[in-house]
């Protein structure tokens, strides 16, 4: 699977963002997606993450902010992003891990969010 991130741009604090990750191949239903974010002189870090089969979880920053989603039939996972602050600055990636082989990841070359006023 190869993967095509999409949707950041530069917003206001308190606004909101929809990054789309589009998966090219027959096999995104058979995989775990995630999105990452990493800020400057900053490690990458999972922000949402969502099963094969629709089940989400989140770092405890974005909770109550971020919906992470995905649609098999079109191939994308999606993250809103609402109520956005300056510490949500970072450039987002998404990921794609195999269900059957966890060290099989693919990663979205990355969308940079800019939250600034």
């Known amino acids: 699977v190869q993967l095509q991130a999409s949707g950041g741009g530069l917003v206001q604090p308190g606004g909101s963002l929809r990054l789309s990750c589009a998966a090219s191949?027959?096999?995104?239903?058979?995989?775990?997606m995630g999105w990452h974010r990493q800020a400057p002189g900053k490690q990458r870090e999972l922000v949402a993450r969502?099963?094969?089969?629709?089940?989400?979880d989140y770092a405890d920053a974005v909770k109550g902010r971020f919906t992470i989603s995905r649609d098999n039939a079109k191939n994308t996972a999606y993250l809103q992003m609402n109520n956005l602050s300056p510490d949500d600055t970072a450039v987002y990636y998404c990921?794609?891990?195999?269900?059957?082989?966890?060290?099989?990841?693919?990663w979205g070359q990355g969308t940079q969010v800019t939250v600034s006023s």
């Open positions: 191949g027959s096999t995104f239903s058979l995989t775990h």
């Open positions: 969502i099963t094969n089969i629709g089940v989400a």
């Open positions: 990921r794609a891990t195999n269900i059957y082989k966890g060290d099989e990841v693919t």
